[in-house]
């Protein structure tokens, strides 16, 4: 038998080109009893088709992670209800602050008005939990729980003051708007693991309040824009405008995608404008995530102990529990950066009352992660963060009540790591006496991105990117691994 040509096929072919030939797809569907097309949807199934290896084709040096899940605490977590405990504001409390502790330090337009600023102590319990001994307030039983497999880092400052710039600056290195978040410098320097879900998700609880989150604390930049998070909703479409329109099959929107492809080849021809393949690349994504993002948010397949485990909020969708268990889903599917935000810790008031609220919401997801991703092996390859933007105050804002509230604090706050090679079961930093200041082995932001980058396997000076005659990178000039972090 003769080789079949496919110059013999006619366009009056459903599936050939406007040239009359048979595309590939349609091609490998329709002979050898559609083994061809059979071994194409394995190459999808697998993510191995159109995989982007990202920019440095590889790492710099032997990475401990794979891949980050990072829990934002929107609006600035009390570390000192949470995890710095303090015996001594509790012995002073209602005292002014010492002028000796605050300095010359500036105070936000919120409390720099009072005519005092009093200690207020926690009011609640603190205990020892793990091998360091790290103190856990009674507000995080099940984050004590893994205390052995996190690094809480008392020593975390920073120089913003207000949630804009706060937030900003840690998901993109500066707190100016518009530069690419660190999502994007990973996906643009990595590239993705899994060619049919993008290298970079982003999860909100759904219905808090608090500060706003932009698109642009996950936006690309000034790198190409196939980079940027996307975002997951919850809804019966997680990602907007994914879905076919009604009447149109997913074979008509092949076609259609097969014809827009050539259309736009075509013009980057004549005008090879890197925009144009990233086009090209946003449409190929969006047309294999009809298929991969319905089973990676479809929890029904999940057994009920691990529903039980992430707690009662894991089966209503947009809560941070169902979002955490979204994010174990992802990192198995090999999606690179898996950011979500949990909004409202803002607390100039009602603190008493509003952080437990906060801490019941967030305290049983996230330790089930944790957990989640080591009994699975995952956590060894997974970097699991944890924190806000800036701490709380040593001092009450306003008058000292039942119901009192405490102010911005950039001079130093609280996160925790676990997984991809942080050292387990530690302690690192301390502050002074009133929790106001850092005394050892401060972490800067700046810091914070170069040793995460460090554990990907990335030298943060070495991953660049030229723009406006500048050479820029996610730690600007700054940023120093600190190795005292790593197992």
């Given at each position: 038998m003769n080789p079949i040509s496919t110059s013999q096929y006619h366009s009056a072919v459903p599936g050939s080109d406007h040239f009359g030939l048979i595309n590939r797809r349609t091609l490998l569907n329709r002979f050898g009893m559609g083994l061809g097309g059979i071994a194409l949807n394995e190459l999808l199934a697998q993510g191995s088709?159109?995989?982007?290896?990202?920019?440095?084709?590889?790492?710099?040096?032997?990475?401990?992670?794979?891949?980050?899940?990072?829990?934002?605490?929107?609006?600035?977590?009390?570390?000192?209800?949470?995890?710095?405990?303090?015996?001594?504001?509790?012995?002073?409390?209602?005292?002014?602050?010492?002028?000796?502790?605050?300095?010359?330090?500036?105070?936000?337009?919120?409390?720099?008005?009072?005519?005092?600023?009093?200690?207020?102590?926690?009011?609640?319990?603190?205990?020892?939990?793990?091998?360091?001994?790290?103190?856990?307030?009674?507000?995080l039983p099940h984050t004590a729980s893994i205390a052995d497999d996190i690094c809480v880092a008392r020593s975390m400052f920073t120089e913003s003051i207000n949630h804009g710039p706060g937030v900003t600056f840690f998901q993109t290195g500066t707190q100016i708007?518009?530069?690419?978040?660190?999502?994007?410098?990973?996906?643009?320097?990595?590239?993705?693991?899994?060619?049919?879900?993008?290298?970079?998700?982003?999860?909100?609880?759904?219905?808090?309040?608090?500060?706003?989150?932009?698109?642009?604390?996950?936006?690309?930049?000034?790198?190409?824009?196939?980079?940027?998070?996307?975002?997951?909703?919850?809804?019966?479409?997680?990602?907007?405008?994914?879905?076919?329109?009604?009447?149109?099959?997913?074979?008509?929107?092949?076609?259609?995608?097969?014809?827009?492809?050539?259309?736009?080849?075509?013009?980057?021809?004549?005008?090879?404008d890197a925009e144009i393949q990233n086009r090209i690349d946003h449409y190929e994504m969006a047309f294999r995530m009809q298929t991969s993002i319905p089973e990676v948010t479809d929890l029904s397949d999940e057994p009920q102990h691990i529903l039980d485990s992430y707690g009662p909020d894991v089966k209503t969708p947009g809560t941070f529990a169902a979002n955490c268990l979204q994010a174990r889903r992802l990192a198995e599917k090999g999606v690179r950066f898996i950011q979500l935000y949990h909004q409202d810790w803002d607390h100039h008031g009602g603190l008493p009352g509003a952080l437990p609220k906060l801490c019941k919401e967030t305290d049983q997801p996230a330790a089930a992660l944790v957990k989640d991703l080591k009994q699975r092996g995952l956590l060894e390859d997974t970097l699991v963060v944890w924190g806000g933007e800036f701490g709380r105050t040593a001092y009450c804002q306003g008058k000292i009540s039942t119901n009192f509230g405490r102010d911005h604090h950039p001079r130093c706050f609280s996160a925790w790591f676990a997984g991809g090679g942080i050292k387990a079961g530690s302690v690192y930093g301390e502050t002074d006496d009133f929790g106001y200041n850092t005394v050892k082995d401060g972490l800067h932001i700046h810091d914070f991105h170069a040793t995460l980058m460090y554990l990907l396997g990335i030298d943060h000076e070495r991953l660049t990117y030229k723009f406006q005659g500048r050479r820029y990178r996610l730690t600007d000039i700054h940023g120093k691994v600190q190795k005292g972090l790593l197992a």
């Open positions: 088709e159109s995989v982007d290896h990202g920019v440095l084709g590889g790492t710099h040096f032997a990475p401990k992670a794979k891949r980050i899940i990072y829990l934002f605490m929107s609006g600035g977590p009390s570390h000192l209800d949470l995890f710095d405990y303090k015996p001594l504001l509790n012995k002073r409390h209602g005292e002014q602050l010492p002028d000796s502790v605050r300095g010359t330090q500036r105070l936000t337009g919120m409390s720099g008005n009072q005519s005092s600023i009093p200690m207020v102590g926690s009011p609640f319990k603190f205990t020892q939990h793990g091998q360091a001994g790290g103190w856990f307030s009674e507000l708007p518009g530069r690419p978040s660190f999502g994007s410098w990973l996906s643009y320097g990595l590239g993705a693991e899994n060619a049919n879900l993008p290298s970079f998700t982003v999860l909100i609880t759904k219905g808090k309040g608090g500060q706003p989150l932009g698109s642009h604390l996950w936006g690309s930049g000034f790198l190409p824009t196939k980079h940027q998070g996307v975002l997951f909703r919850a809804a019966k479409d997680p990602v907007l405008y994914l879905g076919n329109p009604a009447g149109v099959s997913a074979d008509s929107r092949r076609l259609m995608l097969d014809r827009l492809k050539e259309l736009h080849e075509h013009q980057f021809a004549g005008t090879p």
